[in-house]
């Protein structure tokens, strides 16, 4: 993977020109008292690195004339380590990780300067470590008073994500294959529930034995906290208690993905407890699946990131009217946005480092357009939350709906040629999900 860290800064450093960037690893984070979770590096520090520890930060500077690729990090200390773990150390940051110069983190302010110094600008995203975000403006107010005298140096800041993550939006061959293994563990994940589901089983049994199967093999552990909501949970849509009793007629709604080497999948299926759907669970069901099917179809090269909702959103807003949830003419119902009490969310989000990936959405009033390497999930949904009032012009909600939360969602790449769906392997026809 180092020829491709190395290939994505040298991608940056081509964007960046006579800029400097700057880009500092993730904090550690304190779970309770002095007990920290387990350390997650920042996706960007992470993309342009590999490199896995905290209290590190990393520089291009494709102007300087020996260093374009710096590392500043925690040096070698055995006492230190033998408590929190081994640590990478000057010597190796530069071997292991291809910097040309690596220094401790404690000499940041001393060496830093040089590499910004003949910048045109500072490219620093500002992050939530103000302490950080302090140490670069005095950098760049330093050399904004010394500029006259020299007639150089950085004028401006950018933000790192304006070069970097249109990059990252897009995946290589590499960055694939990591998903696929995400994708791939979680599909044996959710089947495994599917299986083992039934009547008087709690929620967290069946989280239990999916991330039990996401560490057994060789995933990080879930992309995020895994939502197992039964009945009425399922109207919650980011539901991560996990402590009911699952009973005879309810839906369980499973959204959980696995993080494998970083990059991450994130599946949502529902199926009923019992092994069958009640008329009133089948019915809305059908509906959500034909509006997945419909907007999957819709993510190929060329089409609106946008196109697969408004897809959805047609298809649900049919439905919808046909079981008399809504009432209206459909152009009309989906301009006025009168789905949404039922439909709140979107239907789709980037997927990669993050679960919810950067990149941009929307250009101004242009849509972003989809395009190969891209990865993004397909989730339509309906909710009948208890307690909805109805608008005025709307029908009152019949009780034998109210409760029912239902989601399908599938990880979808987009090719040259139209899409591959990374999460195909999780059940979803109903003939499939019901026993």
Request: hydrophobic share 35%; proline share 7%.
């Given at each position: 993977m180092q020829a491709e860290y190395k290939q994505r800064r040298e991608q940056v450093m081509a964007k960046i020109g006579q800029g400097t960037a700057i880009i500092r690893s993730a904090p550690t984070a304190v779970m309770h008292n002095d007990v920290e979770y387990v350390y997650r590096q920042d996706s960007d520090f992470y993309y342009l690195t590999g490199f896995n520890e905290a209290q590190a930060v990393a520089v291009l500077a494709p102007h300087h004339e020996e260093h374009?690729?710096?590392?500043?990090?925690?040096?070698?200390?055995?006492?230190?380590?033998?408590?929190?773990?081994?640590?990478?150390?000057?010597?190796?940051?530069?071997?292991?990780?291809?910097?040309?110069?690596?220094?401790?983190?404690?000499e940041l302010d001393e060496k830093l300067p040089q590499y910004l110094e003949k910048a045109d600008r500072i490219y620093y995203h500002i992050g939530r470590d103000k302490s950080f975000n302090e140490t670069v403006f005095t950098h760049y107010q330093r050399l904004l008073r010394t500029y006259p005298r020299r007639g150089m140096g950085p004028t401006a800041i950018e933000d790192t994500c304006t070069v970097l993550h249109s990059l990252r939006l897009h995946k290589s061959d590499a960055e694939l294959d990591l998903m696929r293994k995400a994708a791939e563990i979680a599909v044996e994940a959710h089947n495994h529930a599917l299986s083992i589901t039934k009547p008087g089983r709690y929620e967290y049994e069946i989280q239990a034995e999916i991330e039990h199967i996401f560490r057994l093999r060789g995933g990080m552990g879930p992309a995020y906290p895994s939502i197992v909501a039964a009945g009425k949970n399922a109207c919650v849509l980011h539901y991560i208690e996990n402590n009911c009793q699952m009973q005879e007629n309810d839906l369980l709604l499973i959204d959980a993905g696995c993080a494998y080497g970083y990059y991450n999948s994130d599946i949502t299926r529902t199926f009923p407890v019992s092994g069958k759907f009640t008329g009133e669970q089948k019915a809305l069901y059908e509906i959500v699946l034909e509006a997945?099917?419909?907007?999957?179809?819709?993510?190929?090269?060329?089409?609106?990131?946008?196109?697969?909702?408004?897809?959805?959103?047609?298809?649900?807003?049919?439905?919808?009217?046909?079981?008399?949830?809504?009432?209206?003419?459909?152009?009309?119902?989906?301009?006025?946005?009168?789905?949404?009490?039922?439909?709140?969310?979107?239907?789709?989000?980037?997927?990669?480092?993050?679960?919810?990936?950067?990149?941009?959405?929307?250009?101004?009033?242009?849509?972003?357009?989809?395009?190969?390497?891209?990865?993004?999930?397909?989730?339509?949904?309906?909710?009948?939350?208890?307690d909805t009032e109805p608008a005025e012009d709307q029908p009152a909600i019949d009780p034998r709906w109210v409760g029912i939360g239902i989601r399908i969602e599938d990880d979808v790449l987009v090719t040259s040629e139209g899409n591959e769906v990374l999460t195909a392997g999780v059940a979803k026809e109903i003939e499939d999900v019901e026993r």
């Open positions: 374009k690729f710096i590392l500043f990090v925690q040096p070698k200390d055995k006492e230190k380590e033998v408590w929190s773990g081994y640590r990478c150390g000057v010597d190796a940051a530069k071997e292991v990780y291809g910097a040309d110069i690596a220094y401790p983190i404690a997945q099917k419909q907007a999957i179809q819709e993510v190929k090269p060329g089409n609106a990131f946008d196109a697969p909702h408004k897809k959805a959103v047609r298809i649900l807003t049919e439905g919808l009217v046909e079981l008399g949830l809504l009432k209206g003419e459909i152009d009309k119902l989906i301009e006025e946005e009168k789905y949404k009490p039922f439909y709140m969310h979107r239907t789709s989000h980037w997927l990669g480092l993050d679960v919810h990936d950067v990149g941009i959405y929307q250009h101004g009033e242009n849509p972003q357009v989809l395009q190969p390497g891209q990865v993004l999930t397909i989730e339509p949904g309906l909710y009948i939350v208890p």
